[in-house]
């Protein structure tokens, strides 16, 4: 029996099936144990090998993304954000959004979730197999600045313009210069009708002239931004205050 398992876990190694081979001797004996067909045996064996290929495409998935964390939109405190209802978070799930290139715009004061929920819809287009890039405001202005000289920076920005969808998180967080302003303005201008644009900020639009410094950028860049969106106004509380851990007990 062992050497045929061996014989069986080579072969499985030849065809590539890495974890497979590294579960065999497992599911080999759940299925004595359960007394499966073979049939069951074998499904099970292939899902656990499909399984963990999607785990590691989606894990480098993430990592060319750029993602700073997994928040996954299961893990979204609904029930804590009056803003969205349950069926508003499912439309947003289903993605058609995307499919027709149009950009989100998630508005709200700091801590009230538009991050997680941003990060969150990046993981479920991954995981349909959409090219997803995530940055912060701060980040993007630097790529754009150091793109002629920095090998890397080119290199973000030309993943960061092929993506299906580009999330910007802290958008006029920091005021910028007329130079950023355009830099920004060029690359909404590229991505403008082929890749939706998930963007979070503490301020609105109404506000956004004061932070670029200039009118004209201004309008261009809202112009691209809002022909086709959806703009998400989340209120309430900080959550980070509200579930604050403390050093001191109760």
């Not at 939109?73 to 349950?86: M, V």
Request: hydrophobic fraction near 40%; charge should be positive; proline fraction near 2%.
């Amino acid at each position: 029996m062992t050497e045929t398992v061996a014989e069986i876990r080579q072969c499985l190694r030849a065809l590539k099936l890495a974890e497979a081979a590294r579960m065999v001797d497992q599911i080999l004996m759940e299925a004595e144990s359960k007394q499966w067909t073979c049939q069951q045996f074998l499904r099970h064996l292939l899902g656990h090998e499909l399984h963990r290929r999607e785990e590691k495409h989606l894990a480098k998935r993430l990592k060319r993304a750029s993602s700073p964390e997994i928040k996954t939109l299961d893990e979204f405190h609904l029930e804590e954000q009056q803003s969205l209802s349950k069926r508003q978070i499912q439309q947003l799930r289903e993605l058609l959004w995307l499919e027709k290139a149009y950009n989100l715009l998630l508005l709200g004061p700091p801590g009230v979730g538009k991050t997680h929920l941003a990060i969150g819809l990046g993981i479920d287009a991954l995981k349909k197999g959409y090219k997803v890039s995530f940055v912060t405001m701060d980040q993007l202005i630097h790529l754009l600045k150091t793109q002629e000289i920095a090998r890397t920076a080119q290199n973000r920005l030309k993943r960061i313009q092929n993506s299906n969808l580009v999330i910007i998180d802290d958008l006029m967080f920091m005021a910028m210069d007329r130079n950023e302003a355009n830099l920004f303005f060029q690359l909404v201008n590229r991505l403008y009708g082929q890749t939706s644009i998930i963007l979070t900020s503490n301020k609105g639009p109404e506000n956004w002239g004061e932070l670029l410094g200039d009118q004209a950028i201004t309008t261009a860049i809202l112009d691209r931004i809002l022909h086709k969106s959806e703009i998400i106004q989340l209120n309430g509380d900080s959550f980070r205050l509200r579930h604050r851990k403390t050093i001191f007990g109760n």
